[in-house]
């Protein structure tokens, strides 16, 4: 028996959901931020699908950059390490900064964030996460604007990936990873 089969995946939330969604989350902040500019800080490299479609439907001047840390490494579970691997481009003192996230899970990456991004004195932040799994918290972290809240399942597509697979599928899938 081959043990190579890959994990079977079912769609969750369909790319036509995702579009909707993504375009009342931008008119929320369109209207939060009423004639302002933000800042939207994308967390690579999960988020960038989303902060794309997201920075195209709000209606502000909008500027971005990206910042990237490692906290899962290839595995599914969280080791409850977070560490910098790319920072900012410029500095965020004085802007209206959107932290963009794929999703919120036990919530380590977040609150490390903030507490690095909170230093550098931005004049507002939030958080636009487009994922929520609230069942795994760990910190009492939460987001300003949430795409989907979503059960405890491992899931893939959307930019979200499982050892950089799955990034570009349209849906968001639950993956089912073999035990171990
Ligand atoms: P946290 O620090 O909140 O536990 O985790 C945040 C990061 O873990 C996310 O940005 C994402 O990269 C990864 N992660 C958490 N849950 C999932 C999931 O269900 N699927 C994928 N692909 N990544 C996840």
Redo the contacts with the bound molecule.
């Keep these: 028996m081959s043990t190579n089969r890959p994990p079977k995946r079912r769609v969750l939330i369909r790319h036509a959901a995702i579009e909707r969604r993504v375009r009342e989350v931008a008119r929320q902040i369109t209207r939060d931020f009423k004639g302002q500019r933000v800042h939207l800080v994308g967390?690579l490299k999960?988020?960038c699908f989303f902060l794309v479609d997201l920075a195209r439907e709000i209606d502000l001047e909008t500027s971005i950059d990206f910042i990237a840390v490692a906290?899962?490494g290839r595995s599914?579970e969280?080791s409850g390490q977070?560490r910098m691997l790319k920072d900012l481009d410029s500095s965020i003192a004085g802007l209206n900064v959107i932290v963009v996230?794929?999703?919120?899970?036990?919530?380590?990456?977040?609150?490390y964030l903030l507490r690095l991004l909170r230093q550098r004195r931005p004049k507002t932040l939030r958080v636009a996460a487009f994922?929520d799994?609230p069942a795994?918290r760990?910190?009492p972290v939460k987001a300003d604007y949430i795409g989907f809240t979503i059960p405890n399942?491992?899931?893939?597509g959307y930019g979200?990936?499982?050892a950089e697979h799955?990034r570009s599928l349209k849906d968001v899938c639950i993956?089912r990873l073999p035990r171990g």
């Design positions: 967390v999960g988020a906290s899962y599914s969280s977070v996230e794929d999703i919120l899970d036990t919530g380590l990456t977040l609150n994922l799994k795994r760990v910190q399942e491992f899931v893939v979200l990936d499982h799955y993956l």
